[in-house]
């Protein structure tokens, strides 16, 4: 039970104010220490009322005006000082399990296994370019992917070797500055898969006869 509770239903505002002190007559009146009061004019049962100045309240109240303390503070000091149980509420954050922490060598491995997948994508998609869009005839213009392809397929298989046998420090260099590129690769990728993909929709009806018509 929370502190309010139990001192709520365990003391009057009687009580408490003649554990701190008070004078209280036999019919429950006393002299307001809340007012220059001359007469007792302050009533107490269970809660209490001064017909001078009209404080009035329950044993919280009492003690919280008495000490001048927060209704918190003078109810967990009735609790205490009359020895009532409670059960005190400190905010207590939920637990939230938490995630092992990657170990430095686990995020390397798994920027390089990042770098990896972008860049033999890349290789891949490049040399499917370098066949599909080749120029047909020598006044052709060339077509920007197989441009793309001409340019990149070195340097690409190149980084990938590194990756496949390079030592640790070149491993971790490549890794630390190809990373935004490899970013860019794979978004490119996904961007050409995408495009990719709404053509097939698009021209599977067509394909497909085609192909029919191959065979037969
Ligand atoms: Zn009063």
């Not at 303390?69 to 000091?77: I, N, Y």
């Not at 033999?120 to 066949?131: A, F, M, R, V």
């Not at 005839?137 to 793309?148: A, I, K, N």
Request: hydrophobic residues 30%; glycine residues 6%.
């Amino acid at each position: 039970m929370d502190v309010f509770r139990v001192v709520k239903d365990n003391v009057t505002a009687r009580q408490v104010a003649e554990y701190y002190g008070m004078k209280i007559g036999r019919n429950g009146m006393a002299c307001c220490p809340f007012h220059d009061d001359k007469h007792p004019s302050m009533k107490l049962d269970k809660r209490y009322y001064c017909f001078g100045c009209g404080e009035k309240g329950d044993a919280i109240d009492f003690v919280g005006k008495y000490f001048g303390m927060t209704s918190k503070d003078a109810a967990m000091k009735i609790a205490d000082d009359f020895g009532m149980e409670y059960k005190s509420e400190k905010y207590k954050p939920p637990q939230k399990p938490l995630k092992p922490k990657k170990t430095l060598e686990q995020e390397f491995c798994e920027a390089q296994d990042y770098c990896f997948k972008g860049l033999s994508d890349y290789l891949h998609l490049l040399k499917e370019w370098k066949i599909k869009y080749a120029p047909k005839s020598m006044d052709e213009e060339w077509h920007p992917l197989f441009c793309e392809a001409l340019d990149n397929i070195d340097q690409t298989e190149y980084l990938l070797d590194t990756l496949l046998n390079g030592d640790v420090r070149d491993r971790a260099f490549l890794v630390q500055n190809q990373g935004r590129k490899v970013k860019s690769i794979h978004e490119r990728i996904r961007e050409f898969n995408n495009r990719r993909e709404k053509c097939i929709t698009g021209g599977s009806e067509r394909k497909q006869r085609a192909h029919e018509r191959e065979r037969g």
